[in-house]
């Protein structure tokens, strides 16, 4: 019989004559390695866990255009390409203009987007009904559908009045002998009002048309048929001050404002942007508990047939990536272009890395309380094994062993204890790991192939070390005192 086999067997005898202690050393050291394995396990996957259970807080990166530059599809889908693809759960684009529902005396925020991918960044939006899937339908904020008394399968008419455009004649320069004039300003709500004006010979106002509809009928909207307030624009020239050239009209202060500032900025009728109007099918009710209840979502298909442009006002990112990760995509989406920007959302990967070092700091207190406390059970296991064994080690060398066969029976012992807790605990801790992950959040984690060799090796030295103590005990016997019974 070699020495190894008479080592292992020794080893192996000693451990099952005290079944009992051993057992209890085996548990302590499978234990420990089992919530080591199920930790790290954890820990290592957590990145991926918790970058998706943060995505349903929303974007972390938004896309703006550079002051006087213009963001268009094209160009986004450039800037996509600079992250990957499996890194990028969603890009929703928006464009942001103002629609007035003449019928109703509104006008509101509108925003055009690409529904295909709000649901990516922005999960937390509840749909009471579906998203628009075909042009000429519309998603709209609860607050709206209260305020006008709407639901899914309503219809409703938005109106887009574009704004003047730099390259049309200027107010001035419209203000000829005769001229007919067109007009727009913002009043009461943020409901538009739309002007008519026609000029005389002497370039005096001849007549003035109204449409107030976005006013309330009671007070705004008399603006359009009180004619003491409309002769009172009659023979003035441009441009008017209220107050001082006109009067507002009582109760309507704000309406007669707009009629003042859409008179003063009128331009000729044949060069002044025509409002545009569609009708639209409400498919679905967005409740967000935010701002976003005050909107109206549709297409960018009907955005772009409304204002007749298909620049775009920002883009949403949802990027499954570390804060760190993430600036770096964000400096070189900016820094690689002149046009646009990328910004990072803040309340979102800051909260993400915050939680990412406390959870760090976390494993780490736990695993160090545990490994501390599976080395005081082994370590008090063996020094009960060394009293139990006391005689047995005078005996053995009175008989001429040497201090380092004494070592290494019992370091043997302890790393044999080690191997075995170390592949318990390494399976045990994947289990442990999976249900954690699964009732934490809510998905499976992947098997880390390394993780078992990893455990069985700090098993090992978590017992060697525990091994210490009782191991100098051991040695330190007296041969002389144990044979004779002291």
Do not use: H, W
């Not at 302590?28 to 199920?38: F, N, Q, Y």
């Not at 990760?325 to 690689?336: H, K």
């Not at 700090?458 to 007296?478: G, T």
């Amino acid at each position: 019989m070699t020495k190894r086999r008479m080592f292992l067997r020794m080893i192996t005898a000693s451990l099952l004559r005290r079944r009992s202690r051993m057992l209890i050393a085996l548990l302590s050291i499978g234990i420990g390695a089992t919530i080591l394995a199920g930790l790290v396990t954890i820990y290592v996957d957590v990145p991926r866990q918790m970058g998706a259970q943060f995505r349903s807080y929303g974007a972390n990166m938004l896309i703006l255009p550079r002051e006087g530059a213009t963001l268009t599809g094209d160009r986004l889908a450039e800037v996509l390409e600079k992250i990957p693809q499996d890194e990028l759960i969603g890009a929703t684009p928006y464009r942001y203009v103002r629609l007035d529902m003449t019928s109703r005396q509104q006008s509101f925020t509108a925003a055009g987007t690409d529904f295909s991918q709000v649901p990516k960044t922005s999960p937390y939006f509840s749909i009471e009904g579906m998203y628009p899937e075909n042009t000429r339908e519309v998603l709209i904020g609860k607050n709206i559908a209260d305020i006008i008394g709407v639901k899914t399968g309503s219809t409703m008419e938005l109106t887009y009045q574009p704004a003047a455009s730099s390259k049309t004649a200027g107010p001035e320069e419209s203000r000829l002998p005769n001229a007919e004039l067109a007009g727009s300003a913002e009043g009461f709500g943020g409901g538009i009002v739309y002007v008519s004006v026609k000029l005389d010979d002497r370039s005096a106002i001849a007549s003035l048309g109204i449409d107030a509809g976005t006013q309330t009928p009671e007070y705004g909207g008399r603006t359009a048929e009180d004619q003491d307030f409309l002769n009172q624009f009659i023979g003035k020239t441009l441009p008017l001050t209220l107050g001082e050239d006109v009067d507002a009209l009582s109760g309507a202060t704000v309406t007669s404002e707009a009629v003042v500032q859409a008179v003063n900025t009128a331009r000729k009728a044949e060069t002044a942007a025509k409002p545009q109007t569609l009708n639209f099918t409400v498919t679905g009710i967005l409740t967000t508990g935010g701002e976003e209840e005050d909107y109206v979502f549709l297409s960018l298909e009907d955005m772009k047939t409304l204002t007749g442009s298909d620049q775009l006002d920002v883009a949403e990112l949802s990027v499954s990536a570390g804060a760190e990760q993430l600036e770096t995509y964000a400096d070189s989406i900016s820094q690689d272009s002149d046009t646009v920007q990328a910004r990072l959302v803040k309340r979102v990967t800051r909260s993400e890395a915050s939680v990412l070092e406390k959870l760090t700091a976390l494993v780490f207190l736990v695993t160090l309380v545990v490994l501390l406390l599976t080395m005081i059970c082994v370590s008090t296991t063996m020094m009960a094994v060394v009293s139990e064994r006391r005689r047995e080690i005078g005996l053995r060398k009175a008989l001429g062993a040497s201090d380092g066969s004494i070592r290494a029976e019992f370091l043997g012992e302890g790393l044999f204890l080690g191997l075995l807790g170390g592949v318990m605990g390494g399976i045990l801790g994947f289990v442990f790991a999976q249900v954690v992950s699964v009732n934490v959040f809510g998905s499976s984690i992947t098997f880390q192939p390394l993780l078992l060799p990893v455990t069985i090796i700090v098993s090992m030295a978590i017992a060697a070390l525990s091994c210490l103590l009782p191991i100098k005990r051991a040695v330190a016997i007296d041969p002389a005192l144990v044979l004779k019974g002291e």
